[in-house]
């Protein structure tokens, strides 16, 4: 089982970043694919799951309006396209794969947000 995050950057406040998640091993439809962040100094905390079972998505508040998660089964990837990036969106960046069974996580990639 892999998954491996790319898409990070530095950018500029109020830019876009997608990031993405490849996976292997594993069908991502059935699992439950969230994106988690930690910033420096800071605990790890949610930013957006997408459910195996029926898609339904769920965002942190503060990111609702400005993260999109998303999923493409043939290819076993999802995304997370952020737009309007602000400063405290600065972290690295988790995918996760969860089950009733299993919890994979990825290495992670940077997003810095700064001027």
């Known amino acids: 089982v892999q998954l491996v995050e790319s898409g990070g950057a530095l950018v500029q406040p109020g830019g876009s970043l997608r990031l993405s998640c490849a996976t292997s091993?594993?069908?991502?439809?059935?699992?439950?694919m969230s994106w988690y962040r930690q910033p420096p100094g800071k605990e790890r905390e949610l930013v957006a799951t997408?459910?195996?079972?029926?898609?339904?998505?769920i965002y942190a508040d503060f990111v609702k309006g400005r993260f999109t998660i998303s999923r493409a089964d043939s290819e076993n990837t999802v995304s997370l396209q952020m737009n309007t990036l602000k400063p405290e969106d600065t972290a690295v960046y988790y995918c996760?794969?969860?089950?009733?069974?299993?919890?994979?996580w990825g290495q992670g990639t940077r997003v810095t947000v700064s001027s």
């Open positions: 091993g594993f069908s991502i439809n059935r699992y439950a």
């Open positions: 996760n794969a969860r089950s009733s069974l299993f919890d994979f």
């Open positions: 997408i459910r195996g079972t029926d898609g339904t998505t």
